[in-house]
């Protein structure tokens, strides 16, 4: 069941904090919620909002208990350079690394919340930046390197049992649309964890150039879109198969993955 959490650890329901008496500025709405949650009459609809509360207040109690407790190493000096204005400048500022530090303190409490396989997802965003390209794209990657290489470490000896990967919804063109580099297809993609086969390199690189009238690129499609060699649903089918998906339902799972003959990357 997805269970949504910030920076800092779950995100407890207004009125259940430990250290507020009053909510919305009254000391009885909290002790009338709690009534309320344990009342079970009602319709169906309000039963059903009493549960997921109720099921809220617990996985939050749960959370904190069992993973915010959970020790991790501190965020190494790490400074940025070359970073656009309103960018973090340091490691510890960083939303992506910050977000790391909270799967990595969820994976090595795993036990506590009875937790067996799952997903995290987290999320950096300005990679949408067209004219900024050349100059802010090195200062992206600074950040997300610094980050995983931050997350790996503090997993500790879980690392062969976390396999991180990345994903987008776009690329970028190799032309211009008179603001820059405009949304493409193609992209590099990275997988690292300890259970691969390190040092791998999946596909071809594309040619990076436009197709002439007189030479085509076959790897450029129009407006300097590039086709990439490997489908999202092939590397998908991989990392399923590690986490546990039996062959025979990869095709359930992933409609598309049976028009490729390379069904597995071998990146494990």
């Known amino acids: 069941m997805q269970y949504r959490v910030g920076t800092d650890g779950s995100i407890t329901m ?65 400074t940025y350079t070359g970073m656009p204005d309103g960018a973090p400048s340091q490691l510890a500022d960083d939303p992506l690394a910050r977000q790391l530090r909270i799967v990595a303190r ?11 396989r799952q997903v995290f997802m987290d999320s950096i965003d300005g990679f949408d930046i067209h004219e900024e390209q050349m100059r802010e794209q090195t200062a992206l990657m600074q950040r997300v390197a610094q980050a995983i290489s931050y997350f790996q470490g503090a997993l500790g000896d879980m690392q062969d049992q976390v396999t991180l990967f990345t994903a987008s919804e776009f690329g970028r063109t190799l032309a211009s649309n008179r603001e820059g580099s405009d949304h493409g297809w193609g992209s590099h993609h990275f997988v690292v964890g300890g259970a691969l086969r390190g040092g791998l390199m999946v596909g071809r690189f594309p040619e990076t150039r436009l197709s002439l009238p007189d030479e085509e690129n076959p790897d450029e499609v129009g407006s300097g879109r590039l086709l990439p060699s490997t489908s999202v649903e092939q590397l998908a089918g991989t990392l399923g198969r590690w986490f546990g998906v039996a062959d025979g339902e990869l095709d359930n799972v992933l409609p598309s993955l049976r028009n490729f003959t390379h069904r597995d990357l071998g990146l494990f």
């Open 14 to 78: 207004a009125g259940f904090e430990a250290d507020q008496d009053n909510m919305m500025g009254s000391y009885a709405a909290r002790a009338s919620l709690r009534t309320l949650l344990a009342d079970g009459r009602g319709g169906a609809l309000r039963q059903q909002l009493v549960r997921i509360l109720q099921r809220s207040i617990i996985a939050d109690v749960t959370f904190r208990a069992s993973v915010i407790a959970t020790p991790l190493p501190a965020f190494p000096d790490v």
């Open 106 to 116: 969820t994976v090595r409490s795993h036990a506590a919340p009875g937790m067996k």
